[in-house]
DNA sequence: TTTCATGTACGACGAACATCGAACACTGCT
DNA sequence: AGCAGTGTTCGATGTTCGTCGTACATGAAA
């Protein structure tokens, strides 16, 4: 449970995270992630097996889309807002309402907070 | 050379979009395009075959960034630039910035106007 | 230390993709 | 009719992707 490596902020590569968010799925995560609040990713509730899951998120960080932090056993995971904004300023909101005009990813959802 | 077709402006779906941009030869080709100014193909220039180029186009039209308008034996295209901007408002902006502030698809270029 | 929970790595599979060259089809000119 | 220009289609090939199940590693709890 290591390399959890983002690329620098400048080294975001457009045509790299353009393709991280042509799946569904991905998208889907990065708009339960909108609102900038961190995730554990036990909380994220898609419909495909685990490993599959992790892979997703291993695309989006390696992208630059997401930041992973790991705390104990487990992972948390939040948007780069700040660095995406800062190097493609306006494609993130865009890129969130074009999601919601085209109500993609509605399939993952999130359960409640842990307690 | 039949069946132009690029979907009706309600149906382009975003993640079909977005995996349409994530090739930087593409991104290249809608950054000459950027200007709404129409382009005869043989006027593109990118470095692949003809067929690859043949089959960029294809991909581009089918997830409905470019229209095809075909005149005597030559092609000539264009972007959707209205139904972009209808669908997803904002985000052909902010994908062609990001594109530039990349340099993303750089290697692909324009001949002249034909005489 | 044993066990449980959580996430990763690995290997596999079929599907999709980027690319090429060659063959085909259509249009227009001679 | 024949030819040249232009674009499409067709394999072929190698790569990448999404998906799965299983096996492994790590940290916490019993």
Redesign the interface.
Known sequence: MQDHSSPADAEI????L??A????TR?GIVRVLADGAERGWGQLRAPVAKSTLSHHLKTLREAGVTRTRQEGTRCYVSLRREALDA?????L???L???V??N?GEHVGEDPPAL
């Open positions: 590569a457009l045509p790299r353009l393709g968010l042509s799946d569904p998208l190097r493609f300023p306006g494609l909101a865009a890129l309402a074009a999601a005009a085209d993609v």
